[in-house]
């Protein structure tokens, strides 16, 4: 027990020189004058609205991206004692002194520092040379994109960060794999693995190719692993069962706990609420909640209530009649019936409120005590300011011919009889006798007559309707559409009989004291798919481009401009580094080809690994310098150039509007391949030593143009020098760039 | 020893026999097939490993035998030698060992008496008639009541239109590929149908119209479907309890029937695939006899039915993707089997590159090349296509029109937009009203000929009249500043830094200036696309960009359409974004300069390779264009395989004649749990294989049917099923039918080799057979008889809907959301 007792307390430090310089010249390279420009640049605009949310806990909706990277830059506003009151709407704007601008910055900076040493250890894990290592740390260093991206309120740094992480974690992973299973070191890296994964689709969903590519490699080892049969059944399944656990299940339980802690930070109502249901506008501080608090539960019969739809495309809305009546012919030469109108209204109004009645009964009130109406009743609705009923017949409505028109009924006395009963269908009832619920309960009205449905069309009236959303009766429902479903957001029991009295009634609003609550599942639920959900206005972007471009680095992003002088930021790759990175994904690519027909042939070029180490991937990084084996090679064109190719080409696939700056994960993995490939050219083909050095004496110039390239780049990146229009003119390198030059 | 040689004569013996309907004396050799009566399960995997299958578990040396095909192949089929009785497969094993390095054993194999002639004329004259009465009741499920209803059913609405354009010859346009239609219309035409019927909504009544041969056609094809899966499963699991089950399930499910009974793309396309599965496992199952005839003829009528599948629906594209990845793979064993030299698995590759690339895409450009031969007169089609397009069919205007060839200074031109659907750029006297950009004159595109279409193009710095005979005409070309005049006001072409009026991140275009006088607003940069500067400008064939010359932004339309002010014409904008849309090119269409000599419009005819790529855009923008609303009812692929939901056919009243394309739920939910099945099944299998498990031969046998077989059929159900999943376009049920009938197939292999594992598990012999026997007659009748439940979703009903208790249908209506 007290074994520890009998050995003296050692710690052996091992302190790779190294690592420690390359970060210190990362930290120098990201963090210099990181507080400059002291004004909104680029997509901070974007990013400062919703730290400001975060500032004063106001709920927010944003579809790009889960909320982990938003609390992110949150938490620098929150260290830095940021109050959040600074209006992001104009890049260019300058700062006030309530911004703490250094520390907003200074995480996106620092992960982006970070990621140097950690190309560094990722070539070192899959077991390259020093200097391989050495190189890809460098080049990640000169990156001018990289730069810019990291030194500015933005997440695509955070983003590449943990998605080395999760790479390099996992790579130390399987490295200690062979020797040490189930060691604490093993189990830290493995959790590491998972949690850095979970971390970078918290940040931006693009994460998630990441995820899938080290768990795809993770795949395979385990395959690999359960057809070892050295192995006992049961240490096998221990192995997979820690593997599911770490990678699986941790990272789903991080997912949640990012939308746990941010909806526990964002409790507030705010400008987004309308997005979402009743119920989760219900939970949030004030808004709704203010107003539902303390209505009665179940509806009755006499109840006033107002009916919102589910859907809430193209926004929001409320079932609504008014005093007009439909036009008795449209535009198009058809007629109508001329009777009230019924729509859906995007606002509160006093005409959104419906009273439910008993179609067996005269009155509308609420008896004692009141009937709760059930799933299955047939009802009737009243409108309460015209006191009409809510009617649907065969009339083509006024925009969706193939529908029913509804309408609040008129008695033209020319045979058009009412049709206004409502049979109510609860879609999430418990049981078949369940009660319509205030807030909870999503039900449809089915029409008894024509068993049409209630329906939002989601088409604009013209002028005569109001510019309102269309309301129609639709005869040939298939199944369920949330655009058929209505739930009900206020209500109150209704106590008045006469129609100017249930008038004042009405306008007065609903006040009771009851608290009701979601659960967590049920509002994560809901805010990730309206999240997904969510469509961005798909507008066309100055900047944006197409996946095409960024390879062959045909395109760039004006960041920001000094309000004065010409300097500015641009965001611009470093053009030697891009072009000899996509080589380097040539190269590879040809060159696995070739070994792979040549290994079918039989002929292997590179050696096979031993037995030993068969299972994991290699290890012994210095055992054989020079000359690393086949799997080590996979392994690692496995890591970069699939990383490169899953963080590049679903890209083609997505539809939103693009920019430069989603190349840079990829990005990030080419450049890693770059040194791979070098190593690989000088070990394997470079046969002789003469031609060794000479291969070594063609990097050094290539490297010494990279970083002439970085430097004169260098004023772009940082935005401190202001050019004159000339020298700005000479750096256009290419038609596509759109360097800013001032007119004098 | 003397066992394993008679039982491989055995094998050997049964290649004279034809397998197949149509089989030929060389085609059968390849098809050598032992089959066994339900009554007796045995199962003889020995041909079906024969090839590239087992490849990589054959030791180098016998490689060179069984490529040669002079061995029977007894290698692979060792431990897959699965049979019930154990007694009689215990030499398998041995007999893979000794006798394959034996060489001399083959001729001495081929001289050996042939045994039991009686018994194998008795065994292949019932598997004739098996095939036969699979395909008979096929057939007379598919045919019967065929002509009911006589009108127009959902989408024959579209289809049978199309098929009576190509016999009336008028252009139309769609956003399938044209072969499905082609052949509708062939069916009419050779049953009598004169193209004289509209087909214009789903209910019309077909009177005297003869639409049975179209019917006929379809149902057909559709028929076929059944014999080649039962074909397909028979060749891949080798086994006829399995094979008539996957026949069973196809021929008594409702959906497959309904959709083959209508002038739909559906049956065409579907027999493409299967045929092309088919022939790509009989191609496989050749393997070992390469550069035969029947190889050749498989492998190329794979190619014929890619062609074909391709030629239907671009849906056709998951088979090649299936076929590709099947000749990938067998490329990559014969790449890797040393015994062959480089040069051999060069003409490999040759051959199949020849077979499977070159004939497809000849044969689907051929049907490019019919389609638009057919085709030549002016009809609903043509605003899709360009004006240099137009000029082709006879009929439009622009057909035998003669106008100048290339653009000069003092024409009158109309302008088109290259995105279809967007019309001439066109102005008119109003102003834009107060509020929106500058009031001055409003500049739209216009889908219709009109006189305010009318523009001159004149130089940007001088005022004078071109047309002045006196000057020399001077040609308008790439890069040159000019005006645009608007003919009937003389205003110009103008664009400043106002917003547009719908999009708003847009400049507003106006026409501007008293007589042609404007100001520096007016001038505009001419560019062709992908031209070098200097060069003229065509008519129709130039596509032009218009740079406003001060703001640098790109004259296009937005597409939007304007409110009543502007009399809902588009919008037309200018864009700061310089990015390549169609939508901000143009091309000229007439032009009239009476200096200039007119030349026939023929000259500017666009070859047929562009024929061929503009109609593929169209194709492609078409079906991107096909999106679904928000507030819309639409199927979700998630729907398809829970047979969530139908579709209308026909009828919606008590009164109506109703027919509703549903799948048979017994059928459909079958295959979800032989999915799941198969997964955790195979999963088991593979897990077991990889930690070195040691399966009993039996087993081992079933397993690789299992894997390879089924593994084929589940890629297709993949391949022609998750892709859904990511498609934008609006979809519909019955794009699931074609993954319906992989999972079907899978379904047999599944069910009859799990049937058999059970049976080898019990130890009485006679109470296995009992069981397997059991096993799949329930199977069989239990689909059968969901068939008799549920044969009026298909044959069609009348009366009351399923609620009331005297419906056909009373009680049957187990999802809520199936509405019949």
């Known amino acids: 027990m007290l074994g520890f007792l009998k050995h003296p307390v050692v710690v052996t430090a091992d302190i790779n020189l190294n690592v420690v310089a390359l970060t210190a010249m990362g930290l120098l390279s990201r963090l210099w004058q990181l507080s400059y420009p002291r004004a909104v640049v680029f997509d901070e605009v974007y990013y400062g609205q919703y730290i400001s949310f975060y500032m004063k806990r106001i709920f927010f909706l944003d579809g790009s991206g889960p909320p982990f990277g938003h609390m992110l830059l949150a938490l620098g506003g929150y260290l830095g004692g940021f109050d959040g009151n600074f209006l992001w709407n104009r890049i260019g704007a300058e700062y006030s002194s309530n911004v703490p601008v250094w520390s907003l910055r200074l995480l996106p900076a620092l992960t982006g520092a970070l990621s140097v040493p950690m190309a560094y250890q990722i070539l070192s894990e899959l077991g390259f040379s020093h200097c391989a290592a050495m190189g890809a740390a460098l080049l990640m260093l000169i990156e001018n994109a990289l730069i810019t991206q990291s030194r500015l309120m933005l997440l695509e740094s955070v983003l590449i960060f943990f998605n080395l992480l999760a790479v ?165 030469g058809r007629g109508s019936s001329h009777q009230q109108q019924v729509t859906c209204y995007p606002f509160k109004d006093v005409n959104n409120w419906w009273i439910v009645k008993d179609p067996g009964r005269h009155q509308l009130v609420v008896s004692n005590p009141p009937r709760p109406v059930r799933h299955g009743d047939v009802v009737q ?183 004065r002088t010409s300097a500015q930021i641009h965001l611009l790759g470093n053009v030697v580094i891009w072009a000899s990175a996509s080589l380097a994904t040539v190269a590879y690519t040809l060159l696995l080809f070739w070994y792979l027909l040549r290994r079918r042939r039989k002929i292997c070029d590179l050696p096979e690994e031993t037995k030993m180490s068969r299972l994991t991937s290699p290890v012994v990084p210095e055992a054989s310098p020079g000359k690393y084996s086949w799997l080590r090679w996979v392994l690692a064109g496995a890591l970069c150039a699939g990383g490169w190719a899953v963080n590049y080409v679903p890209f083609f696939l997505m539809e939103k509007t693009l920019f430069l700056y989603h190349y840079l994960p990829a990005l990030t993995f080419q450049i890693l391949l770059l040194p791979v490939v070098l190593q690989h050219i000088s070990d394997h083909l470079c046969r002789t030593q003469l031609l060794r050095s000479l291969f070594g004496a063609l990097l050094v110039a290539w490297y010494s143009c990279a970083c002439h390239v970085f430097n004169t780049l260098r004023p772009l990146t940082y935005g401190d020098k202001s050019l004159s229009p000339s020298e700005l003119k000479a750096l256009r390198w290419k038609d596509s760039w759109d360097i800013l030059i001032r007119k004098y | 020893m003397l066992c394993a040689t008679s039982r491989l004569l055995a094998a050997r013996t049964a290649t004279a026999l034809p397998a197949q309907p149509r089989g030929r004396g060389p085609g059968a050799r390849c098809r050598r097939r032992e089959l066994h009566f339900p009554g007796h399960p045995e199962l003889d995997l020995d041909d079906f490993l024969t090839g590239r299958l087992a490849r990589p578990s054959v030791p180098v040396g016998r490689r060179a035998i069984l490529r040669r095909g002079r061995m029977p192949p007894a290698v692979g089929g060792g431990p897959a030698r699965s049979e019930l009785r154990p007694r009689r497969g215990r030499c398998g094993p041995q007999t893979a060992r000794v006798v394959g390095p034996d060489e001399t054993a083959k001729p001495a194999a081929r001289s050996r008496k042939r045994p039991g002639w009686g018994s194998r004329h008795f065994e292949a004259a019932g598997r004739w008639a098996l095939l036969a009465l699979v395909t008979l ?91 080649f899966a039962y074909l397909i499963v028979l060749e891949l699991s080798k086994s006829l309890p399995a094979a008539l089950l996957t026949a069973a399930l196809l021929t008594f499910d409702t959906g497959c029937l309904t959709l083959s009974q209508y002038i739909l793309l559906d049956p065409i396309l579907m027999f493409f695939i299967m045929a092309a599965m088919l022939s790509m496992v009989k191609y496989n199952s050749c393997a070992n006899r390469p550069f035969s005839a029947p190889w050749w003829f498989w492998l190329s009528l794979t190619g014929v039915n890619l062609a074909g599948a391709l030629g239907v629906k671009f849906v056709g594209l998951f088979i090649i993707l299936q076929v590709g990845w099947n000749t990938i793979s067998d490329l990559w064993h014969l790449f890797g089997d040393l015994s062959l030299s480089v040069v051999t698995v060069g003409k490999h590759l040759t051959a199949r590159i020849l077979c499977l690339i070159v004939l497809p895409l000849t044969l689907y450009t051929a049907t490019y090349a019919v389609h638009f031969m057919v085709l030549n007169k002016s009809g609903p089609g043509d605003g899709f296509f360009s004006s240099a397009f137009q000029a082709r069919l006879s009929g439009n205007n622009l057909h035998n029109a003669s106008i100048p060839e290339h653009l000069a200074y003092g024409s009158v031109i109309t302008v088109k937009n290259l995105r279809m659907a967007i019309g001439y750029l066109h102005s008119h006297r109003h102003l834009y009203p107060e509020g929106i950009g500058a009031r001055q004159q409003q500049v739209t595109t216009y889908l219709h000929k009109d006189y305010n279409n009318l523009w001159i193009i004149k130089k940007h710095n001088t005022n004078a009249d071109p047309l002045d005979p006196s000057l020399p005409v001077e040609f308008v070309r790439h890069g040159d500043i000019i005006r645009l005049e608007h003919k009937e006001t003389s205003r110009n072409l103008h664009s400043h830094y106002h917003e547009a009026p719908l999009t708003r991140k847009h400049y507003q275009v106006t026409g501007y200036g008293i007589n042609g006088t404007g100001d520096s607003n007016d001038f505009w940069r001419i560019e062709v696309v992908n031209r070098k500067f200097g060069n003229r400008i065509k008519v129709l064939r130039s596509r032009i960009r218009l740079i406003h010359l001060v703001t640098g932004c790109v004259l296009g339309s937005s597409g939007k359409v304007l409110p009543k002010w502007g009399w809902e014409q588009l919008e037309v904008t200018c864009t700061p974004y310089l990015k390549e849309t169609l939508n901000s090119i143009w091309n000229v269409e007439d032009h009239i300069n009476p200096k200039l000599p007119n030349i026939s419009l023929d000259v500017l005819q666009p070859s047929f390779p562009e024929v061929l790529l503009e109609s593929h855009m169209v194709m492609i923008r078409g079906n991107n264009g096909l999106k679904p609303k928000d507030n819309e009812f639409t199927s979700k692929p998630w729907h398809w395989p829970v047979n969530y939901q139908g579709l209308r056919f026909s009828g919606i009243n008590d009164t109506d004649f109703r027919v509703y394309l549903l799948g048979n739920p017994v059928v459909w939910w079958l295959n979800l749990l032989s999915i799941a099945l198969y997964l955790l099944l195979g999963s088991i299998i593979a897990v077991a294989v990889q930690r070195g498990a040691h399966l009993p031969a039996e087993v081992e046998g079933l397993t690789q049917v299992l894997l390879r077989g089924g593994g084929q059929l589940l890629l297709g159900w993949i391949l022609h099923y998750f892709p859904f999943f990511l498609m934008g376009r609006i979809l519909y049920f019955h794009h699931y039918f074609p993954a319906m009938l992989f999972s079907s197939m899978l379904t047999g292999i599944l069910w009859d080799t799990l049937l058999r594992l059970w049976a080898w598990s019990l130890a009485s012999s006679s109470l296995a057979r009992g069981l397997y026997v059991v096993g799949n007659l329930s199977l069989l009748l239990g689909t059968a008889y969901s068939f008799y439940l549920f044969h009026p979703l298909a044959y069609g009903m009348v009366g009351p809907l399923a609620q009331d208790p005297r419906s056909p249908m009373a009680g049957l209506r187990w999802l809520e959301s199936w509405d019949f």
């Open chain 2, 137 to 227: 009741l096929s057939f007379a499920t598919r045919f019967h009541r065929l002509d009911e209803p006589p009108h127009v059913c959902w989408d024959e609405t579209h289809f049978g239109k199309m098929g009576s354009y190509y016999i009336n010859r008028t252009f139309f346009f769609d956003v399938h590929p044209p072969l499905g239609k082609m052949l509708i219309g062939l069916a009419g035409y050779l049953s009598g149908y004169d193209g004289t019927f509209l087909f214009q909504k789903p209910g019309d009544k077909y009177e005297h119209h003869n639409y049975m041969g179209m019917r006929g056609f379809c149902a057909f094809l559709g028929s076929l479907l059944v014999p």
């Open chain 1, 168 to 332: 390099l974690s996992y790579l130390k992973f399987s490295n200690s794999q062979k020797q040490r299973p189930f060691s604490p070191s093993w189990w830290f890296w493995l959790t590491l693995t998972g949690v850095a994964c979970s971390c970078a689709v918290g940040v931006k969903y693009v994460g998630v190719f990441t995820y899938l590519l080290v768990l795809a490699v993770a795949g395979v080892h385990a395959w690999h692993l359960i057809g070892d049969r050295s192995l006992s059944n049961v240490s096998v399944l221990c192995h997979l069962l820690a593997r599911a656990a770490a990678l699986l299940v941790v990272p789903a339980a991080m997912y949640l706990l990012f939308f746990y802690v941010h909806l526990s930070l964002v409790y507030r109502s705010g400008p987004h609420d309308q997005i979402m249901s009743s119920a989760f506008q219900a939970s949030l501080e004030g808004g709704l909640a203010r107003i539902t608090q303390g209505q009665p539960l179940e509806v009755a019969y006499g109840s006033q209530v107002t009916l919102k739809n589910v859907l809430g495309k193209p926004v929001p809305c409320w079932l609504h009649s008014h005093q007009s009546t439909y036009p008795m012919i449209y535009e198009n």
């Open chain 1, 381 to 563: 609705l009243v409108h309460g300011m015209t006191t009409r009923f809510l009617n649907t017949h065969d009339v083509a409505a006024p925009l969706s011919p193939h529908s029913q028109e509804v309408s609040c009924y008129v008695d033209y006395n020319i045979s058009m009889p009412s049709q206004n009963l409502w049979r109510l269908d609860i879609v999430n009832r418990d049981s078949d006798a369940g009660v319509w619920k205030t807030i909870l309960s999503e039900v449809r009205l089915v029409h008894v007559n024509t068993s049409a449905v209630l329906k939002l069309s989601g088409a604009h009236l013209p002028d005569w309707g109001f510019r309102q959303l269309e309301v129609v009766g639709e005869k040939l429902s298939r199944g369920y559409h949330e655009s058929t479903v209505w739930n009900v957001e206020e209500h109150r029991y209704g106590k008045s009989q006469e129609q100017k009295e249930r008038e004042v009634e009405l306008h007065s609003p609903t006040q009771m004291d009851v608290h009701r609550n979601l659960s967590f599942l049920a509002r994560f639920l809901e805010l990730q798919w309206r999240m997904l959900t969510a469509k961005s206005d798909g507008s066309e972007h100055k900047y944006s481009s197409s996946p095409l471009d960024w390879v062959t680095l045909d395109t760039s992003i004006a960041y920001w401009l000094h309000p």
